[in-house]
C-alpha cells in the first residue's frame, strides 16, 4: 500500500482485527455482486470504499425514474443510462483505485462458470426466486460462499451460505425450490432505508467472510421487520433431502 | 399441551394475529398449526418456518412449550 492508500482506508486499518495485513487482503480479493439496484447500491458503494481490489457487477436494466428513491447509487442526470455504466462511474468516483469489472447481462443458467472460479464472495442482490434459485445452484457447485439478502414492503433477510464448507446449508434448502414467484418491489413497494439496512448488513458480511473473522450469519438467517422494529434470527441447517447441496456433494 | 404461534411481519396483517396460544391434545405439525390458526388455509411452500429458533419443514412436529414462528417470503432486491 501507498501512502495515500494507507490515509484513504486508515479509519479501518486502525481497528486491530483488520490492520494492514487485513486491509492489504481485502486489496487483493475479488467480489462478484449481481443486482445493482436497492441492495446493490450499498453493498457496491461500501465494497468500494472499504478497498475491496476487484468487483465484478452484474445487470441487465437501465435507470428509470421510480428507482431513485432507494437505489442510491444512481442520480436524476442518469436517467435511461445502462445501470453498470452509471454504477461503474459512481464507484469509480468514490475509489478510482480498485478495479471495476462491469458486464451487462442478466444472470441465469446459461452465465459462464469462469467468473465464478475467480471470485472469494458472490453477493445476491437479485430481486426475484428464480434468479436467486440459479445463483445458488451455480455457487453451490463451484463451491463459493454467498451472501445473500432480500428486502420488501417493511420486511428483509440476510443469510450467509459458506458453500466452499461441507455440510453448509444453501438457498435451496431455505426455500425448497418453490415454483411460486412472489410479489416485486414495484407491485407492493418498498421502503428506502430498509434496502440500505439490508445491504449494509450485506457488505458487512462480506467483509467478514473475506478476512475469516468475527462471527458471521453462516448457518442463519436475519429477519427485520421494520414497521414493528423486530429483528428475529433463528439458525439453519442443511436439508438432508435438498436436491441442490446434497446431490452435488455425493457426485 | 399449549404452544406458542407468532406471525412475522406482513403475515400480521394477513393472518390478521402477531402472536397466539393454542391448546391440543395430539400430536400437532407445523402444517396442521397452520391450518388451526387460519381456518384451513393451505400452508404455502414457501412461507419459512421455525420451531424455538431453529428453521423447521412443514412435517416437523412440535410438542408442548414450543414457539413456532411463521415468516412471509422476501425476494426483492
Not at chain 1, 482506508?9 to 467480489?31: A, F, M
Not at chain 1, 436497492?38 to 445487470?59: K, R
Not at chain 2, 414457501?46 to 428453521?55: C, G, K, P, R
Request: with cysteine.
Amino acid at each position: 500500500m501507498n501512502d495515500s492508500q494507507l490515509l484513504r482506508y486508515s479509519r479501518q486499518i486502525l481497528l486491530p482485527q483488520i490492520d494492514v495485513s487485513g486491509q492489504q487482503q481485502l486489496l487483493n480479493s475479488k467480489v462478484l455482486i449481481i443486482g445493482v439496484g436497492g441492495l446493490g447500491s450499498p453493498v457496491s458503494m461500501y465494497l468500494a470504499t472499504s478497498g475491496i481490489g476487484h468487483l465484478v457487477l452484474v445487470d441487465f436494466d437501465q435507470v428509470d425514474l421510480s428507482n431513485l428513491q432507494r437505489q442510491i447509487l444512481y442520480d436524476t442526470t442518469q436517467i435511461g443510462q445502462e445501470k453498470i455504466v452509471a454504477a461503474k462511474h459512481k464507484l469509480q468516483l468514490l475509489n478510482p483505485e480498485i478495479q471495476i469489472t462491469a458486464i451487462n447481462q442478466q444472470f441465469d443458467k446459461k452465465f459462464a462458470d469462469d467468473l465464478f472460479n475467480q471470485v472469494d464472495v458472490v453477493v445476491d442482490c437479485s430481486d426475484n426466486f428464480a434468479t436467486r434459485f440459479a445463483l445458488n445452484a451455480t455457487c453451490v457447485r463451484l463451491g463459493v460462499p454467498l451472501i445473500s439478502g432480500a428486502a420488501l414492503r417493511w420486511e428483509g433477510q440476510v443469510s450467509v451460505f459458506l458453500l466452499n464448507q461441507a455440510n453448509s446449508p444453501c438457498y435451496n434448502c431455505l426455500y425448497n425450490d418453490c415454483e411460486q414467484e412472489t410479489e416485486t418491489c414495484n407491485e407492493v413497494g418498498i421502503l428506502a432505508p430498509l434496502v440500505g439496512i439490508i445491504g449494509s448488513i450485506q457488505a458487512l458480511e462480506v467483509i467478514k467472510v473475506l478476512l475469516n473473522m468475527g462471527q458471521s450469519l453462516a448457518g442463519k438467517l436475519l429477519r427485520f421487520d421494520a414497521y414493528n422494529n423486530k429483528w428475529h434470527q433463528a439458525s439453519l441447517k442443511q436439508d438432508p433431502t435438498c436436491p441442490v447441496c446434497n446431490n452435488t456433494k455425493s457426485v | 399441551m399449549t404452544i406458542t404461534v407468532k406471525f412475522f411481519a406482513s403475515l400480521r396483517e394477513q393472518v390478521g394475529k402477531t402472536e397466539t396460544q393454542i391448546e391440543f391434545s395430539d400430536s400437532l405439525t407445523v402444517n396442521k398449526i397452520w391450518q388451526q390458526v387460519t381456518a384451513n388455509k393451505v400452508l404455502p411452500k414457501h412461507i419459512l418456518v421455525a420451531v424455538n429458533q431453529e428453521y423447521a419443514s412443514q412435517d416437523t412436529t412440535v410438542k408442548e412449550g414450543d414457539e413456532v414462528a411463521f415468516f412471509p417470503p422476501v425476494t426483492g432486491g
